[in-house]
DNA sequence: GACAATCAGATTGTCGACAATCTAACAAGA
DNA sequence: TCTTGTTAGATTGTCGACAATCTGATTGTC
């Protein structure tokens, strides 16, 4: 008998699809931090009910790209200097665990799909997608996490990312130009396929620290005039 | 003027209140893994309509108490022994970045808060309470991730021990007996209060090994034997 | 003018009913 | 006997309407 692998079926849902459609609006800026969702405009936008408009917010309330006030209404997240502080310094240090248990796992496999993912970094910044190249970056970064044969540790990181990415997605959109950034992958993809993993550990360290230093200041800047919606 | 502090108001929404039910049925055995759990059978019992009780179990899906499959139903999640290993693995990196964090800030305050959990923990050992024996036990340990300052990493770290505090319960639950176990955080404190950082952080890790193995060591034995939510 | 009480509008929280889907038992046919 | 089609029951997903709550504007009083 031939041996086929048949992918899971989608999730034919209405909720799921509805938090799909917000995450992804709220990760490219489509909505801005602080507004406020209001439930009835978007169910009508969707066509949808309330009901799973409500629940899939839920989703995403824990999820921790929304907060919800009781009878006052569900906000996307407020951008704070320290919320991304808080969330690179975490990620430093999950990186390093990611990278000390993928590394006795790495195999051939490991090394094409990273290659794959570079090269879709390296289209999307030809390309001048700053979306897209955010989205393919944080996917070549997320390989040690899915390699290191931890749910809890991916599931982390997921929830860390979720945030990080709609935040470099904010900075992006406010400077308005790509970021070139393609050289620092390339030192990444090459350590990550040598011998040495303490130099790997301490490159994504200091490269993770690159970015940071430019969202800091951006963040910062933003604090000087409150949103509307705070 | 006389400076008082308040605290915030009761979320008085059938959705948190039923939120805080579930989760506690959860965490303390009630509602075993793997268990289906019926939308209209619970909220007849609670007397509340469906869309509260979906919204609540959506977050706790998030949450990662529960699993939900469409059309098919919402489920207790399964423990497995890798789960466990994964959890306390992270537990152990966060752990050290938490006192690494904490190291500095530590005060009078700081110290006096340790000394009050302490007791509580050593009380619940004292009336041989298990449940709160875990509940205690947790608090005291989560001092140090409330004290780190860092947002992100406490949110991290309460989602984690969501689980563990789970995993705890069944493990007494099947043991039927309270651990002792309080000279190890007799140790723990008077390390946090001591000024050999290195020693405190590796005081947790061996700390929390100790636990693990005998946590390890039951999901195992789980593992023979399937349970019937699978 | 300042302040408290009241009220209308809008929005969120909750409810009961209906539609879509799954499961398991049963029947029909090769 | 095994497989396939059908059907009834139960359960989840979704809907539209109502209740509870908040916001702000207005009014009345001092």
């Known amino acids: 008998m031939v041996k086929t692998d048949f992918s899971p079926i989608a999730d034919t849902t209405r909720r799921a699809e509805i938090v799909a459609l917000l995450r992804r609006a709220i990760l490219t800026g489509q909505l801005e931090p602080g507004q406020k969702l209001n439930e009835l405009r978007i169910s009508e936008q969707m066509r949808v009910s309330r009901a799973p408009l409500r629940e899939a917010m839920r989703e995403l309330v824990q999820e921790g790209l929304l907060t919800s006030i009781p009878y006052a209404g569900t906000f996307v997240i407020d951008v704070t200097a320290k919320d991304i502080d808080d969330a690179y310094s975490l990620n430093k240090v999950l990186d390093e665990f990611a990278i000390e248990r993928t590394w006795p796992q790495r195999d051939q496999r490991f090394f094409d799909e990273l290659d794959r993912r570079h090269e879709a970094v390296k289209l999307a910044t030809r390309n001048l997608d700053t979306t897209r190249q955010i989205e393919t970056a944080l996917q070549l970064h997320g390989l040690i996490y899915e390699w290191a044969d931890n749910s809890v540790l991916l599931e982390t990181w997921q929830r860390l990312i979720s945030r990080l990415q709609m935040y470099f997605a904010l900075h ?19 350590l990550m396929k040598g011998t040495d993993m303490r130099a790997a550990q301490r490159h994504a360290r200091e490269h993770i620290n690159l970015d940071f230093e430019q969202l800091l200041s951006y963040a910062r800047g933003l604090e000087q005039r409150p949103s509307k919606g705070a």
């Open 172 to 190: 992006q959109q406010a400077r308005n130009e790509p970021v070139p950034a393609e050289d620092v992958h390339e030192t990444y993809v090459r």
